[in-house]
């Protein structure tokens, strides 16, 4: 499984972004996606998980409220809608695909930068 991330950017505070990441390859095994992000400086932390299967969804407190992941099955990607974004978003996110008796897969990282 390869995973291809976008969208990152800059924006203002209060602003929106929307991550994508499709993944490609033997995707049948791929049980759960979401988004780790890491400043500099800072923990990785796990931003949002998604459940392949029922869709069922799970947020860093930090983030509930703000952004919302999702999955279009038909266009095989997920992904992050952040808005009200605050200048501590700023960070790296990586997307993730955590696969049934397989390694888990990272996507690049893109950068999302948030001005004050």
């Known amino acids: 499984v390869q995973l291809q991330a976008s969208g990152g950017g800059l924006v203002q505070a209060g602003g929106s972004l929307r991550l994508s990441c499709a993944p490609s390859?033997?995707?049948?095994?791929?049980?759960?996606m979401g988004w780790y992000r890491q400043a500099p400086g800072k923990q990785r932390e796990l931003v949002a998980t998604?459940?392949?299967?029922?869709?069922?969804?799970n947020y860093a407190d930090s983030v509930k409220g703000r952004f919302t992941i999702s999955r279009d099955n038909a266009e095989n990607t997920m992904y992050l809608q952040m808005n009200s974004l605050k200048p501590e978003d700023t960070a790296t996110y990586y997307c993730?695909?955590?696969?049934?008796?397989?390694?888990?897969?990272w996507g690049r990282g893109t950068q999302v930068t948030v001005s004050s």
């Open positions: 998604i459940i392949i299967s029922g869709g069922s969804t």
């Open positions: 390859g033997n995707i049948f095994r791929i049980n759960a």
């Open positions: 993730y695909a955590y696969q049934i008796g397989g390694p888990t897969q």
